[in-house]
């Protein structure tokens, strides 16, 4: 056989292997009955969120609610150790200013997201602090896990995330992940 034959010969099986191919993968009959599938259709996901809702349902989630003075946590609890009963809360005024604690955040170095509300006018700030770091007079100590030490000097203030919407509280003895 002389290369030319050879080169013709490949060339035809290559056609007819492409041929197949097409006709298994790619061809679609004009015929509606002979159209058949053999796989399943996967259900369709939930219609994605417009942009709107999704911003709304986000600030419902992050607006603090309005709680009248009997109905509010104490926001003053002082962590002793041996105490398993002592309850910690999301929010504390200390220094004329509401702290209210949104997140931390620990990939990497860790930093907790803060609201900030004066109490002489109400208007609210937001802060991203790391260990260490001040605003408003008031320390950032300690950050781990969903819990934040702040202190104002002497004052001591343990904030914690993920609180019982019953009480504004979590439980100090409840562990940390």
């Known amino acids: 056989m002389t290369p030319r034959h050879q080169i013709?010969?490949?060339?035809?099986?290559?056609?007819?292997?492409?041929?197949?191919?097409?006709?298994?993968?790619v061809y679609v009959p004009r015929s509606p009955a002979a159209r058949t599938t053999d796989t399943e259709t996967p259900a369709l996901p939930d219609p994605p969120l417009s942009l709107a809702s999704a911003q709304e349902r986000l600030q419902s989630?992050?607006?603090?609610?309005?709680?009248?003075a009997a109905q509010?946590?104490?926001?003053?609890?002082?962590v002793k150790p041996g105490e398993s009963d002592?309850?910690?809360?999301?929010?504390?005024?200390i220094g004329g200013w509401r702290f209210v604690l949104r997140g931390v955040f620990d990939a990497g170095p860790p930093f907790?997201?803060?609201?900030?509300?004066?109490?002489?006018?109400?208007e609210i700030e937001q802060y991203r602090l790391s260990a260490g770091e001040a605003i408003?007079?008031?320390?950032?100590?300690?950050?781990?896990?969903?819990?934040?030490?702040?202190?104002?000097?002497?004052?001591?203030?343990?904030?914690?995330?993920?609180?019982?919407?019953?009480?504004?509280?979590v439980p100090i003895n409840e562990k940390d992940e």
Not at 86 to 93: F, K, S, T
């Open 61 to 68: 989630w992050l607006a603090t609610p309005a709680v009248t």
């Open 112 to 122: 907790a997201v803060f609201d900030v509300t004066s109490s002489a006018n109400g």
């Open 72 to 78: 509010s946590a104490p926001t003053d609890v002082v």
């Open 136 to 169: 408003k007079g008031v320390r950032v100590e300690q950050i781990s896990g969903r819990r934040v030490r702040l202190s104002d000097g002497e004052q001591v203030i343990h904030l914690a995330l993920f609180v019982d919407p019953k009480d504004d509280v």
């Open 8 to 25: 013709i010969a490949v060339a035809t099986i290559l056609l007819l292997v492409g041929a197949v191919d097409f006709l298994q993968r």
């Open 86 to 93: 002592v309850r910690i809360p999301d929010r504390a005024d």
